[in-house]
T-cell receptor
Framework: GNSVTQMEGPVTLSEEAFLTINCTYT??????LFWYVQYPGEGLQLLLK?????DKGSNKGFEATYRKETTSFHLEKGSVQVSDSAVYFC???????????FGEGTQLTVNP | GAGVSQSPRYKVAKRGQDVALRCDPI?????LFWYQQALGQGPEFLTY????????KSGLPSDRFFAERPEGSVSTLKIQRTQQEDSAVYLC?????????????FGPGTRLTVT
């Protein structure tokens, strides 16, 4: 079956620190990969995506590269801000318009 | 424009009660998904509609769970004879082929607590 594994959390960083959240996946086909973010009290929002190998998704200073050889899609940001505090979910889908399979989520807290 | 809305935002039910959770998707979005998110976990797929047709209900955990979308817009997720293990946040998402990569837009969720 299809699955997504994220690094265990929670993660606590100081402002301006470098962030990496690891994500690896198992899929029966050739998936599209996503990072979603959930701010406190809000719904899930798409942060970035990549649809084929070696694609780099980027948004709001966050980046992730689709690595087919290591089945990974790690999320990075060079300098985090307090406002980045949220829960981050890695997800995949095998077909556009079909269900998403999510990882368990990683809680990020950034302290000033 | 308006996003996906869900109601109620919070629901407390006694064990054994029936509940109904509503989802209003973005206008014109033909695809609608329901997910269940247990505390500290990622969302898990429950069911999928394209217009009024329920094309996939393989994620519904038991026959106590039932979803409908009779006119292809608003959807209702019904849980009969609620159990404590049904306590979770229920998320609705919508999308359409006109959206790049079929990005799914999520509502804020309904937090169900069964006591």
């Amino acid at each position: 079956g299809n699955s997504v594994t994220q690094m265990e959390g929670p993660v606590t960083l100081s402002e301006e620190a470098f962030l990496t959240i690891n994500c690896t996946y198992t899929a029966t086909g050739y998936p599209s990969l996503f990072w979603y973010v959930q701010y406190p009290g809000e719904g899930l929002q798409l942060l970035l995506k990549a649809t084929k190998a070696d694609d780099k998704g980027s948004n709001k200073g966050f980046e992730a590269t689709y690595r087919k050889e290591t089945t990974s899609f790690h999320l990075e940001k060079g300098s985090v801000q307090v406002s980045d505090s949220a829960v981050y979910f890695c997800a995949l889908t095998l077909t556009s318009g079909s269900r998403l399979t999510f990882g368990e989520g990683t809680q990020l807290t950034v302290n000033p | 424009g308006a996003g996906v809305s869900q109601s109620p935002r919070y629901k407390v039910a006694k064990r054994g009660q029936d509940v109904a959770l509503r989802c209003d998707p973005i206008s014109g979005h033909v695809s609608l998904f329901w997910y269940q998110q247990a505390l500290g976990q990622g969302p898990e797929f429950l069911t999928y509609f394209q217009n009024e047709a329920q094309l996939d209900k393989s994620g519904l955990p038991s026959d106590r769970f039932f979803a409908e979308r009779p006119e292809g817009s608003v959807s209702t997720l019904k849980i009969q004879r609620t159990q404590q293990e049904d306590s979770a946040v229920y998320l609705c998402a919508s999308t359409t082929a006109r959206v790049p990569s079929y990005e799914q837009y999520f509502g804020p969720g309904t937090r169900l607590t069964v006591t």
